[in-house]
């Protein structure tokens, strides 16, 4: 209810259940509870829910029977009302040559052991290792200002039809291409789907090749050089590459429908509500879509 009428915290949430009876014949309460009662609630249902594990389920089902086209790769950042975790800065490095057999080597096989890890381990155990506190980003907006959020940030793979068949929260800092693979081998497990579309955010040979070995075609934008020079996209590839508008629009209607313009909760709270925030979306797709269906095949 919260999340639905988007208030900022719990106290005016419990205001507005208060004040309405009609909400409390929704909910068929017949007391409200305290705040204190309602935070212990909360923690226990943090415990137990696994947000992935239920899209997971819902997806499975749906999908039975269904092939996805264009598999949408996007991200939106929440902000929060928290004080962002402060990264340790690195060592100053020593001044001179380095040596080729030492830190360069260390950071190749580093960058090959997590693209291997990310590619062929367990893609939950992968994303429970990044980072998910509260951080600082950074993006250009429309006119190629620098503009700074705190929060975390709302990764989606979403289908033509708006429905999210695989997600993660992490915190705002994390950079895209760490994402983009899991997503997809989630999505995979989950649904049979022929593009995978991503923004040039996501630029990466690295996630090219494992699109192509997973039997899907990877259709991703290119960054501008530092002069401005842009690849061109083939043709064919920019007309399906339209299809990516879903997860924009899907972005704006997460924060537009559930979440609220600023989270209050804090941590896992905020995580929490991010990821029921998508769930109850997630619904509202698929029962739009199963009504949708159901009046076409009356009107047929």
Avoid at 58 to 86: G, N, Q
Avoid at 103 to 111: G, P, Q, S, V, Y
Avoid at 200 to 206: C, E, L, N
Avoid at 229 to 250: H, W
Wanted: hydrophobic content about 35%.
């Amino acid at each position: 209810m919260k999340l639905y009428f988007q208030e900022r915290t719990l106290t005016a949430a419990r205001e507005r259940l208060l004040s309405s009876i009609n909400l409390r014949t929704i909910a068929d309460m017949d007391k409200v509870p305290s705040l204190s009662v309602i935070s212990k609630k909360t923690d226990e249902l943090m415990r137990i829910v696994d947000f992935s594990s239920i899209i997971a389920s819902i997806c499975a089902s749906f999908y039975e029977d269904r092939m996805v086209c264009h598999l949408s790769i996007d991200r939106t950042i929440a902000e929060t009302r928290e004080k962002p975790v402060k990264t340790g800065k690195p060592g100053k490095r020593k001044r001179g040559r380095k040596r080729k057999d030492s830190e360069e080597l260390t950071i190749a096989e580093e960058k090959e052991r997590l693209y291997s890890f990310m590619e062929n381990g367990d893609a939950d155990e992968f994303l429970s290792a990044l980072e998910h506190r509260c951080s600082v980003t950074g993006k250009k907006n429309s006119k190629g200002n620098m503009e700074w959020f705190i929060g975390y940030k709302a990764h989606l793979a979403v289908d033509d039809n708006g429905i999210i068949a695989a997600h993660h929260v992490t915190r705002a800092c994390v950079h895209d291409s760490q994402i983009a693979i899991p997503l997809m081998r989630m999505a995979d497990e989950r649904c049979d789907y022929l593009y995978a579309l991503m923004d040039g955010g996501y630029t990466s040979q690295r996630t090219e090749d494992f699109a192509f070995s997973i039997g899907k075609v990877p259709i991703i934008d290119k960054h501008a050089d530092r002069n401005g020079n842009k690849e061109e996209m083939e043709p064919c590839k920019a007309e399906r590459y339209r299809a990516r508008t879903t997860v924009e629009r899907m972005n704006s209607e997460l924060k537009e429908c559930f979440l609220p313009e600023k989270l209050y909760s804090r941590g896992k709270r905020g995580i929490f509500q991010i990821e029921l925030s998508i769930l109850m979306l997630d619904l509202k797709k698929i029962l739009a879509r199963l009504r949708a269906e159901a009046g076409a095949g009356k009107t047929a």
